[in-house]
């Protein structure tokens, strides 16, 4: 509508003889009417099918990076996530590992004392025992002797009595039964 | 001794014969058979390519998404807001459309370019101009005007001056310079570039030992004309997505 205005108004001072001198500044309603036409069949046009289409392919662009990124975003965050666990998981392996070490040198300790204690107890066992059987011999070793000295007691009293014998016969007496004692001891 | 050098009229830059439906009021001449030739190579580019767009992009969805991305980001959102994505069809379209055209100026075998006729600059910044009014009235209502022609904060003795001067502003000043600059910049450097072309030739003829200076004059200028082609085509688009933004939110 503005152009065929346009076109009419120069179209008219045209005609009436204003602008009919060759300037090359005035317009030409002809020119005013194709131009106008052109204008508005290319915007027509373009806006129908080729702006659309290429701010679609614009925003599909954009929504598929931004969509990339947040996915990218997200699985790093998992990953993040994850990694976290893992070495939570190592810490805690770490941690239960180093408790099993000590309760197994606890136990291992506990199993040493135990044996140490009991060697101690079986060698404190023996060794009583052992005593006791020393004792055992000795008392009974004694018990020879006494024994022994008995029989030579009456022995040399028999003798004695069986002999009246003089100072130097009764101390040669006695120094043979020492003697004689003193072989059977050795 | 040298033939004198002579600049044809300027007349002969800018005014082309009809070349269909001559001399009636829908005439095509050079001018417009470039813009349907503009018209044809955006929508074989821009459709074409957005056929089978990729998530990965490769050959010429790259450079789609880098147009889109550079009106969206870089004029939409940046001067109107986040919000007014629904914008970004018409200013990339007003981009492509001045930006083809423009170029025309830098192509071997057609050096001109449509936007140096004052009659695309002025039908797309009245294009402009219908469009933020409307969008400033649709939202602002009669707001949308007395809060040009008295600004809060200004003292009411002041409004004297500056009514008049918003007044003027808002209703001449806006469109006219956004067709004037664009023509302006296209017609300047359609001459230029005719002028070092024309002087190139004429010393290759009179002087050739001096030939090489406006031959590589004229490169430089070409290399310096795409680069204007490019920046009209963006601060049109940007004055554009101001002039939008002031009429949505005009206390800004």
Redesign the interface.
């Known amino acids: 509508m ?2 065929s205005v ?2 009419v108004a ?2 008219a001072a045209e005609a009436a003889g204003e602008v009919k001198a ?15 036409i ?2 508005f ?3 027509g ?3 129908w ?3 659309p ?6 925003q ?2 954009e929504d ?1 990076i931004r969509g990339d990124l947040e996915h990218a975003e997200s699985v790093r965050t998992q990953a993040d996530k994850e990694l976290a666990d893992y070495q939570r998981q190592l810490a805690d392996s770490r941690n239960e590992g180093g408790r099993i070490i000590e309760e197994a040198r606890q136990s291992a300790d506990q199993v040493r004392k135990d044996l140490i204690a009991r060697a101690e107890a079986d060698a404190a066992e023996i060794r009583a025992r052992a005593q006791e059987d020393a004792k055992l011999a000795t008392e009974r070793a004694m018990a020879d002797v006494q024994s022994r000295v008995s029989d030579l007691s009456i022995e040399l009293a028999e003798r004695i009595v069986r002999h009246n014998l003089d100072k130097a016969t009764q101390i040669q007496l006695i120094e043979n039964y020492i003697n004689e004692v003193g072989g059977t001891r050795r | 001794m040298f033939a004198a050098f002579t600049f044809p009229p300027i007349d002969e830059l800018f005014r082309w014969k009809d070349i269909a439906f001559n001399d009636s009021g829908y005439g095509i001449n050079k001018t417009s058979l470039l813009v349907f030739i503009s018209s044809a190579l955006i929508l074989l580019i821009f459709i074409g390519g957005s056929r089978k767009m990729k998530l990965i992009p490769s050959g010429v969805q790259n450079v789609l998404e880098l147009t889109y991305d550079f009106v969206d980001r870089g004029i939409t959102r940046d001067v109107i807001g986040n919000d007014a994505t629904r914008y970004t069809p018409f200013l990339g379209s007003l981009f492509l459309f001045i930006l083809f055209l423009n170029f025309w100026e830098i192509i071997p075998g057609i050096q001109f370019p449509p936007t140096s006729r004052f009659a695309i600059p002025l039908f797309l910044s009245l294009m402009v101009y219908v469009l933020y009014w409307f969008l400033g009235f649709k939202h602002n209502g009669i707001k949308y005007l007395t809060g040009h022609l008295f600004p809060a904060g200004v003292p009411k003795a002041l409004y004297l001056l500056v009514t008049p001067i918003e007044l003027v502003q808002i209703l001449v000043v806006r469109p006219f310079s956004l067709a004037v600059r664009l023509l302006a910049n296209m017609m300047a450097g359609h001459i230029l570039l005719t002028a070092l072309a024309l002087l190139t030739s004429y010393t290759l003829t009179n002087a050739p030992i001096i030939t090489i200076g406006p031959f590589l004059l004229n490169i430089g200028v070409t290399g310096f004309e795409l680069l204007v082609g490019f920046l009209q085509a963006y601060i049109f688009t940007l004055l554009t997505a101001v002039y939008i933004a002031d009429s949505l939110h005009p206390e800004h």
């Not at chain 1, 289409?53 to 614009?58: D, F, G, N, V």
């Open positions: 503005l152009a346009l076109a120069v179209k060759k300037n090359p500044i005035v317009p030409e309603s002809k020119e005013i009417l194709w131009a106008s052109a204008f069949i290319v915007f046009l373009l806006a099918k080729a702006w289409a290429i701010k679609k392919s614009l599909d662009r598929k």
